[in-house]
């Protein structure tokens, strides 16, 4: 919200500064963001009066001026022909700044010294065009005096930040009512007095509001006769200090009364209107409407619209419509002042996209009881800047009225809870300078109904914030706290959630955090199948974008787009992972389920660039490998590796299932091409996803060690001749199912395909160590078990032993 410090003194007489108006305005609940001095360090920018105009002797499009300050007469070179001898114009002195950061200099131009700047509007900062310098009233202020001053110009900005419950102070009147009941003042109310015609105007327009639940209030003046033109100076000035760009007479009237009393108003040229009528009603599902900005929209019917008796002509609470704007010819006008449902008017500007200074006041709530001193005060404007006829009357459609709720509030409740000791007429005190209404009630309460503009005023702990408040924060006095300190230890599904995190970081991995949303259509970019349930997703009621609409079912694609980000970025070697919690729907229960997953990608250079560094891609392996060490550190027993294609966004032959005994724990391979292409990913990238819950359930929290044996140890190599699609995990699960305790570790130490070996066969090389725990095993005995474990690798596995 922004204000000005001249305007609200217009409403209460205060005697603060603006530094002590800001502290006032912060300690009040009403945070100042920002303050700005318009016309700060612009007091070198002076009034002045050209003595003497002449022709410049080197440069015929320049001319030679003599300029009194006030205090001396200066030389100054213009290049303007748009004054004369005698004209009182804006000198800007030397060591003056201007807007853009120019500053002006004693120079000499084309031989001749001049000593300043005369000014245009542009050039100061005040209109964004001007035909040449800026000519002053001969009167307007003595010489020398500072221009901003002379304008009525200087003045202080504050950008105030709001809570969204406090609707109330988005206007000049709502910021003064505060101050006004701080400071014990009264506020000034602008005049709406309005004179009017003898037409009545019922005879003239008609309203019919069909949706008062959407509309409990619409209320319409009606103006004939007016001549649409700019806005005086005094209008255009006050709502460019806001940041509002005129636009005409009558339209900068309702923008003015808008940030003034804080009720949204529209004006509708009447002769546009089909029927002369206001018909309040929902959209029909699909129903199409151009709005100001030229931009086509399409309704649903959640969205409340103004109609004349053929069309919409306003999205109401929104913005208007093009069918129905003011234009330069326009002569009459139907001004609208009204109150429409909060959550109405959101949904619609959030769908849209649509945010509006009428839309972001409505979605808080407005005063209802303050339409019609809007209305009234904008029609006595626009009268009086038109040139208009007013109707007589106005059309006031409120069917439901009601009178505000009292609330029983107790003075030695709010003492108790805010910590002081105020007397109870102080107490009720505060509350009427809020211009709320107190009336004695049973048991020493008191009722108080809050005036219609405090919406937020609810509740007996509402208006007990507000003593507090209007007493002053700063009086309450400070007490320590008495708690209970509770060390918490960590649970073990955090232990190994933390360990996990370590794990992977001394892998080389770094740790990524993507938001919770992801796009509906993310599933689909997997591959997933049709009745996975991974593409169950819940979708957001009020997502900011579509494409975080919709929780997500997985990690993987937020760590892809994560990965193709990165990619873009020429980050190209990349090991990442995610562990966060995913939401998967249940079938009958409102709440998801959120189990902990862990995700990890790599792609690009196994060690990095560098000249002792062998340049080589990442591979399936080293994704298998990191998970490897992971379940071994984690203790988890009997993991295997199941090749098959676990995953449809998996590449077929490049990935596998992981199990620990018959429980599917995860998955790890290559990305699918069709999956890369989805995600814009150009090199090959492998990637891992574990069920992060099933690992806490399988991992052993208890180490087992086993001392070393103290006698030798012996080596067999044997040499078979197998099938190529004979998986190494069968032949090294072949030897172990011999159960002898003396077997300590089987390795395939070579591979070999080629000549000598037969079309779709390889050579495996493999080496068994044995040695006993209790005494030295002899060659008699290592010979019997070696022999046992090679006939169960021919008989078994149907291979030869070379």
């Known amino acids: 919200m922004k204000i000005t410090y001249n305007w609200l003194k217009e409403f209460v007489d205060f005697e603060h500064s603006p530094d002590q108006l800001a502290e006032l305005l912060t300690m009040l609940g009403l945070e100042v963001e920002a303050m700005e001095n318009l016309g700060g360090g612009m007091d070198d920018v002076i009034v002045a009066l050209v003595e003497e105009k002449r022709q410049h002797p080197n440069a015929d499009k320049l001319s030679l001026c003599r300029v009194n300050n006030g205090t001396e007469v200066l030389d100054v070179v213009c290049g303007a022909q748009n004054f004369k001898q005698g004209d009182t114009v804006v000198l800007a002195s030397i060591g003056a700044t201007l807007p853009g950061d120019f500053k002006i200099k004693r120079s000499k131009i084309r031989g001749e ?103 409990p209030r619409y209320a319409a003046r009606h103006i004939s006769g007016c001549t649409i033109a700019p806005s005086p100076e005094w209008l255009v000035k006050r709502l460019k200090a806001i940041g509002i760009r005129s636009i005409n007479n009558v339209v900068d009237v309702t923008n ?9 108003l529209h004006a509708f040229d009447c002769e546009r209107l089909a029927g002369k009528k206001i018909v309040v ?34 999205l109401a609470g929104v913005m208007g419509g093009l069918n129905s704007e003011i234009e330069d010819t326009t002569t009459a006008i139907l001004l609208e002042s009204a109150c429409f449902k909060p959550a109405a008017v959101r949904k619609t500007s959030k769908r849209l996209g649509l945010h509006t200074e009428s839309s972001h006041r409505f979605e808080r709530g407005i005063d209802i009881g303050g339409v019609i001193r809007a209305l009234d005060r904008a029609a006595a404007l626009i009268v009086e800047l038109s040139g208009g006829s007013m109707a007589q009357g106005r059309l006031d459609v409120y069917p439901g009225k009601t009178e505000p ?62 003593v507090a408040r209007l007493n002053g924060f700063d009086r309450i006095p400070s007490t320590m706290p008495i708690a209970r300190v509770i060390s918490d230890r960590p ?25 919770s949303f992801t796009a509906p259509d993310a599933a689909g970019k997997l591959m997933l199948a049709q009745d996975d349930p991974r593409r169950a997703s819940i979708k957001l009621a009020n997502p900011l974008v579509d494409e975080q609409s919709a929780m997500r079912t997985s990690l993987l694609p ?94 077929p032959g ?149």
């Open 281 to 314: 009603r929902r959209a029909g599902e699909g129903e199409q409407f151009t709005t100001l900005d030229d931009q086509q929209r399409v309704l649903t019917s959640a969205d409340l619209v103004i109609c004349d008796a053929e069309r919409p002509v306003a």
């Open 256 to 264: 003015l009364v808008m940030m003034e009393l804080g009720q949204p």
């Open 405 to 466: 709720t009292a609330i029983q509030f107790r003075p030695e409740r709010a003492n108790s809870l805010i910590g002081i000791e105020l007397q109870r007429e102080g107490i009720l005190d505060i509350l009427e300078r809020l211009e709320c209404r107190v009336s004695d009630g049973p048991d020493g309460a008191v009722a108080v109904t809050p005036p219609s503009y405090r919406i937020d005023l609810e509740r007996e702990i509402d208006l007990i914030e507000e």
């Open 113 to 215: 010294e001049s000593c300043g700047m005369l000014c245009s509007e542009r050039e100061l900062g005040l209109s964004e065009e001007s035909a040449g310098i800026m000519v002053l009233p001969a009167d307007i202020a003595p010489l020398g005096t500072p221009l901003f001053s002379a304008l009525g110009l200087k003045d202080t900005l504050f950008e105030i930040g709001l809570t969204p419950n406090r609707a109330d102070c988005l206007s000049v009147l709502g910021i003064a009512r505060e101050v006004a009941a701080k400071l014990g003042l009264q506020v000034k109310y602008p005049s709406s007095a309005v004179a009017e015609s003898d037409v009545r105007v019922e005879s003239v327009i008609s309203v019919n509001v069909e949706d008062a639940e959407f509309c």
């Open 654 to 802: 490049k990935s596998c299932s992981i199990f620990a005994g018959r429980e599917r724990i995860g998955s790890v391979g290559e990305l699918h091409p069709t999956v890369q292409e989805n995600f814009g990913l150009e090199k090959s990238l492998y990637c891992f996803e574990l069920d992060f819950e099933k690992l806490v359930k399988l991992s052993r929290s208890k180490l087992e060690i086993t001392a070393p044996s103290r006698f030798p140890d012996s080596t067999r190599d044997i040499a078979i001749l197998a099938p190529d699609q004979l998986e190494f995990e069968k032949i090294i699960g072949c030897v172990n199912s011999v159960k002898a305790k003396e077997i300590e570790n089987v390795t395939i130490f070579d591979v070999y395909r080629g000549k000598g070996i037969p079309e779709g066969h390889k050579s495996i090389a493999i080496r068994v160590r044995y040695r006993s725990y209790d005494r030295t095993l002899t060659d008699d005995e290592i010979s019997i078990l070696h022999k046992k474990v090679t006939d169960g690798l021919v008989n078994r596995l149907k291979v030869t032993l070379r």
């Open 491 to 515: 649970s073990r599904h955090q232990q190994l959630e933390k360990r996990v995190r370590e794990i992977l970081v001394n892998h080389g991995m770094n740790e990524v955090i993507n938001f």
């Open 558 to 651: 937020g760590l892809l787009e994560t990965v193709a980000r990165n990619i873009n970025f020429r980050s190209l070697d990349l090991k990442l992972f995610e562990m966060r919690r995913v939401y998967l729907p249940v079938a009958g229960d409102i709440m998801p389920r959120e189990p902990v997953f862990v995700v990890g990608a790599l792609t690009g250079s196994r060690d990095g660039e560098g000249w002792s560094r062998v340049n080589e891609p990442v591979d399936f392996y080293d994704a298998k490998g990191i998970i490897e060490n992971l379940l071994g550190l984690l203790n988890i027993a009997g993991v295997s590796w199941v090749p098959d294609t676990p995953e449809p966004y998996l590449h």
